[in-house]
């Protein structure tokens, strides 16, 4: 399910209805926890957060939800939500950077509870996850009580973490790569997304495709801002085609497929938010100063 819906929109957005939240990710309304967990684990009804985020100001513009094929699996499943602060004076333009909230769920066992910052740019909704220093997120395991309470305390520390994850589209537009340095996040984005436990990379595409862009204002753009754009929808988006050889030595073309699965997507999304940071770093700039 694609986690950019029409009431992601930043002109006439609107937070997900109850109902179109139950169409898309059923899972989210689960009070009780999977068969298949023991009496010691404590279900939390994302449901629940959600209607004491509302009461917050914050709104659901984006779900969804993991598949399965065990029967009966589905409405406790791992979730992802998208969430703004709805703000009605808030003005956005194309080209804009905002700071949204992601909470993923799931009461089947499949995954604690994780609120976490997301950086959005409007115009082509790339999404990431902002991993800053050791507070990027808060973690609720399914036990103990005031677990919503907790929950809804956690998000504004996360909106405050958020604020510092809004300082790279500024500051890192402002550093400048040689090609080599883009090369070299380029490899290391290589690495992230086909390498082994090891680290060991068994596939054609090259560091030079996934600096590959798909937007005319990052081609024309040679700054540490625009390389992570770039590392960042190729990595996720998937779409590279290369060439391989079997064990036959039979040509095979390939193409690389998006990234579906949640827990993926934030691995990489995060990796890469601290590759392009220690990259500024490297070149002097930390915005977490």
């Not at 990027?136 to 998000?155: A, F, L, M, Q, W």
């Not at 958020?162 to 490899?187: G, I």
């Not at 082994?196 to 700054?223: F, W, Y």
């Amino acid at each position: 399910m694609n986690m950019y819906s029409q009431t992601a929109r930043f002109d006439t957005g609107r937070a997900l209805t109850e109902d179109e939240l139950f169409k898309i990710a059923p899972s989210i309304f689960a009070t009780t926890a999977h068969e298949s967990r023991s009496e010691r684990f404590a279900p939390i009804p994302t449901i629940e957060v959600i209607r004491g985020l509302a009461r917050e100001g914050f709104g659901v513009v984006g779900a969804k939800q993991s598949l399965t094929r065990v029967a009966g699996k589905a409405d406790f499943t791992k979730h992802l939500l998208r969430i703004r602060k709805m703000d009605s004076d808030a003005s956005y333009a194309v080209g804009d950077t905002v700071a949204e909230m992601l909470l993923k769920n799931a009461n089947d066992g499949t995954s604690v509870y994780d609120l976490f910052a997301g950086l959005f740019r409007i115009a082509c909704l790339n999404s990431m996850v902002a991993a800053i220093g050791n507070i990027d997120s808060v973690k609720v395991r399914h036990t103990g009580k005031n677990i919503v309470d907790n929950v809804i305390e956690g998000t504004f520390r996360v909106v405050e973490n958020a604020k510092l994850a809004l300082a790279a589209p500024a500051q890192w537009s402002q550093v400048k790569l040689e090609r080599e340095e883009a090369l070299a996040m380029a490899e290391a984005a290589r690495v992230i997304r086909f390498g082994d436990a090891e680290g060991k990379v068994d596939s054609p595409i090259t560091a030079g495709q996934m600096l590959t862009a798909h937007r005319r204002e990052d081609a024309e753009r040679n700054n540490l801002w625009a390389c992570f754009n770039v590392l960042q929808e190729n990595t996720i988006r998937g779409g590279m085609s290369g060439v391989r050889y079997d064990a036959n030595n039979r040509r095979r073309r390939m193409t690389t497929r998006a990234i579906q699965g949640i827990d993926q997507d934030v691995k990489l999304n995060r990796a890469l938010w601290t590759l392009s940071h220690e990259m500024a770093k490297l070149k002097g700039v930390d915005i977490a100063a």
